[in-house]
């Protein structure tokens, strides 16, 4: 295992990057702790699978340095760094047995064979692949093929990390939850360094301690799920995380008052002193199920037309009209909603103010 630190990373596929655009990742400056379970989180076009290719070797970064445990890899390929890398697509042996994929990368480097039985037989049971050892590769469906290629990656005790590029993509909807619990345990058996890529914020927010999101070749926030959920650091954190996503609304700001086409909105006292000295697009943003929706006149509330209920069963998401904006609450399945009109509140604590997209905080 190892940790693993990003220097002043940045890359691009151009052979004479004109501007900050022409870059696929810009600025990565970030550490891997020795085994952290991580998630790179963002849309297709990011950077995620571009990140994790530098940190593997399989590609050489424009600047920066790579360093495992210290140590610069930054020009070593794949197989100078001792990782191992699972991909969207099982890599397999398919006239091989389940056993044989399974042992060929210690085969590989010439461990005896007792110690590759023993292996083998520990990770085929941590997969639940046991039954399936003497099966060849082939006939087998598309999770246990993963689960194998995931085996020939942690059969090796000696990787300093482990690499996920959407291991879960081509998995039926309903096996997924199975194979992202067996993840989970398997790192917290073995306690080893994973490092997994995904669009997918269900499978990042289940699977990581800390969740990395980017945006546009930035890494633009990294936290736990709670503090992405409660405190995005940027707007595009804000949008992509949660369902559904963080309603915002452009306004002015006029002491603790924030007006938006006007209606006012009362802000946090610490977040108007932070935010005195700010120049750019404000905006507010609120998670839905911290926009409260009132059937009655209440003080500081501003009327809006509700527009449309969607029941959710355990919940409800109901979509407001509000000065122009399209606004989205998610209430309790027992909360009454108004038919036509209600009022809204703006709780001061999950009211966050962002100044360019980027969050006005300490």
Request: glycine letters at 8%; one cysteine or more.
């Amino acid at each position: 295992m190892a940790r693993i630190d990003l220097q002043e990373v940045a890359h691009s596929y151009a052979k004479r990057p004109k501007s900050e655009a022409d870059y696929a990742l810009k600025r990565i400056h970030n550490t891997w702790n020795d085994g952290g379970a991580y998630a790179l989180l963002g849309p297709s076009g990011c950077g995620k699978t571009t990140l994790l290719n530098v940190i593997s070797g399989l590609v050489t970064p424009s600047q920066g340095q790579v360093l495992y445990n210290g140590k610069d890899v930054t020009d070593l390929p794949p197989e100078k760094r001792n990782i191992a890398q699972v991909f969207q697509f099982p890599v397999l042996y398919d006239t091989m047995s389940v056993f044989n994929n399974l042992a060929f990368p210690l085969r590989n480097r010439g461990v005896e064979e007792s110690d590759v039985k023993k292996r083998v037989m520990e990770v085929a049971e941590i997969l639940d692949l046991t039954p399936f050892l003497h099966r060849r590769a082939a006939g087998l469906a598309a999770d246990a093929k993963q689960k194998i290629s995931l085996g020939r990656g942690l059969v090796r005790s000696d990787v300093a990390a482990i690499l996920f590029d959407e291991p879960l993509t081509v998995i039926d909807p309903h096996l997924k939850w199975h194979l992202r619990r067996k993840l989970k345990e398997i790192h917290e058996q073995l306690k080893l360094t994973l490092i997994y890529v995904t669009h997918d914020q269900t499978e990042a927010l289940t699977f990581a301690d800390q969740v990395m999101v980017m945006y546009e070749g930035e890494l633009v926030q990294i936290g736990t799920p709670q503090e992405l959920f409660e405190n995005p650091q940027h707007k595009f954190v804000g949008f992509f995380i949660g369902s559904p996503g963080m309603n915002f609304l452009t306004c002015t700001l006029e002491g603790n008052i924030a007006r938006v086409d006007g209606a006012n909105i009362t802000l946090d006292d610490d977040t108007v002193a932070l935010a005195q000295k700010a120049q750019g697009k404000m905006e507010i943003g609120i998670r839905p199920m911290y926009l409260e929706v009132h059937s009655k006149s209440i003080q500081d509330g501003i009327p809006a037309a509700v527009t449309s209920v969607e029941d959710q069963g355990s919940f409800k998401i109901v979509t407001v009209n509000m000065a122009g904006y399209t606004l989205r609450a998610r209430l309790p399945e027992d909360q009454a909603v108004p038919s036509n009109q209600g009022w809204l509140r703006f709780p001061k604590q999950w009211t966050k103010l962002f100044v360019d997209g980027r969050l006005v905080h300490k």
